[in-house]
């Protein structure tokens, strides 16, 4: 796609460091290196979000991720844990259009990196779970 970075990142029109690359996604090291390693995954067809894969793609892509993730915990005996984070949208953090996947190696409670993830179980009774479960698994297709 035009004017889209990472599908001239993965085209080699624009350099990057590659870490992994096969028909089906490019894996290269994201310039902010939040922690030594973080690499982004991305399919090489231009898809924007997580709502842009169909099945197929998914199965695809989401099928390279462990064993990249396996070459980075290899590569770095040191590592500790990893995170794998997906943001789909500006309201969710996404500021690349291309559909990516970031690895986020963890050294440490000391790493530039941080989740928040609330508590509300306080706010929600077995009914409202029972609804809300219910209004998404009518809608899969
Ligand atoms: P997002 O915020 O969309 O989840 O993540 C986009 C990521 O792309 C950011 O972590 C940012 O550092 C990375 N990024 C943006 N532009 C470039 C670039 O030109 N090269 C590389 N390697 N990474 C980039
Ligand atoms: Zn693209």
Do not use: G, Q
């Given at each position: 796609?035009?004017?889209?970075?990472?599908?001239?990142i993965s085209q080699k029109e624009?350099?990057?460091?590659?870490?992994?690359?096969?028909?089906?996604v490019y894996a290269f090291l994201d310039i902010s290196q939040v922690t030594p390693g973080h690499t982004l995954v991305i399919p090489k067809k231009h898809v924007m979000d997580i709502f842009d894969f169909d099945?197929?793609?998914?199965?695809?892509?989401?099928?390279?991720?462990?064993k990249i993730a396996q070459?980075?915990?290899?590569?770095?005996p040191a590592i500790e844990g990893l995170n794998i984070v997906n943001n789909n949208k500006a309201l969710a953090y996404q500021s690349?259009?291309?559909?990516h996947i970031h690895l986020i190696p963890?050294?440490?409670?000391?790493?530039d990196f941080s989740m928040h993830f609330g508590d509300h179980t306080a706010d929600y009774t077995?009914?409202?779970?029972?609804?809300?479960a219910d209004k998404i698994r009518k809608q899969v297709r």
């Open positions: 796609m035009d004017n889209c970075i990472f599908c001239k624009i350099p990057s460091h590659t870490v992994y690359e096969d028909d089906v099945d197929a793609l998914a199965a695809d892509v989401f099928a390279r991720i462990p070459a980075i915990e290899d590569a770095f690349v259009f291309h559909s963890r050294y440490s409670k000391e790493d077995t009914e409202k779970l029972a609804d809300i």
